[in-house]
């Protein structure tokens, strides 16, 4: 079955910078757009970043712009999230999505990110 591996959580301090990694298996990862969603304590999961099956196309939500980079191999069938400037408000668990259509929707595991003095 499909898998989707997080990895790369951890503390930080704020203005520090993380990089997760999403290890995909077991499904074609090039013809899938992938995703970067989070979810804080109490609050619902949100989408923090997109890319394009081949890796043309990004978007970020606002409050993450010019600070979080998303990035794809396909080689490698890795999704990644370079995260810079982090604050306390990125405080969450970040979460690995691939979707095809409204068919194929999978989902990781999950990572948790503190961003903490």
């Known amino acids: 079955q499909v898998q989707l591996v997080e990895s790369g959580g951890g503390l930080v301090q704020p203005g520090g910078s993380l990089r997760l990694s999403c290890a995909a298996s077991r499904f074609t990862f090039s013809i899938y757009a992938m995703s970067w969603y989070r979810q804080a304590p109490g609050k619902e999961r949100e989408l923090v970043a997109t890319i394009s099956s081949a890796g043309g196309s990004t978007n970020y939500a606002d409050s993450v712009k010019g600070r979080f980079t998303i990035s794809r191999d396909s080689a490698k069938n890795t999704l990644y999230l370079q995260m810079n400037s982090l604050k306390p408000e990125d405080t969450a668990v970040y979460y690995c999505?691939?979707?095809?259509?409204?068919?194929?929707?999978?989902w990781g595991q999950g990572t948790q990110v503190t961003v903490s003095s």
């Open positions: 999505n691939a979707r095809r259509g409204a068919k194929y929707d999978y």
